[in-house]
């Protein structure tokens, strides 16, 4: 079972930056495998994916977010990384981290199995 745990949110003037940081433990098997992804949800809306980074390292962007927001990942501390810089009231939300056992995903919240709880990002004008 694998557990991830977010952290890092806060809240910042717009034009900000936070790095918001996954920490992943439990997989029984090279992480290389997972596929991972960070969604956010605003309130009143859906759980919107925002970046992904696939087994293979592809990435991809919600288009709303490109080039303000990194995502990466470093093995040795088994941690995912969104870098955003920035930051404009609509980024705001909770900001979550998913998992998949997968090669492929995309940007629907169905294809991830694992998720953590959450962390508030507040960008205000």
């Known amino acids: 079972q694998v557990q991830l745990v977010e952290s890092g949110g806060g809240s910042v003037q717009a034009g900000g930056s936070l790095r918001l940081s996954c920490r992943v433990s439990?997989?029984?098997?090279?992480?290389?495998?997972?596929?991972m992804a960070w969604f956010r949800q605003a309130p009143g809306k859906g759980r919107e994916g925002v970046a992904i980074?696939?087994?293979?390292?592809?990435?991809n962007y919600v288009p709303s977010v490109l080039g303000r927001f990194t995502i990466s990942k470093d093995l040795a501390k088994d941690t995912l990384y969104l870098q955003m810089n920035d930051l404009k009231p609509e980024d705001s939300g909770v900001y979550y981290c998913?998992?998949?056992?997968?090669?492929?995903?995309?940007?629907?919240?169905?294809?991830?199995?694992?998720w953590g709880r959450g962390t508030q990002v507040t960008a205000s004008s």
């Open positions: 980074l696939d087994v293979d390292g592809h990435l």
């Open positions: 998913a998992a998949a056992y997968k090669f492929r995903v995309s940007m629907r919240a169905a294809d991830y199995e694992f």
């Open positions: 439990g997989y029984w098997y090279n992480n290389k495998k997972l596929s």
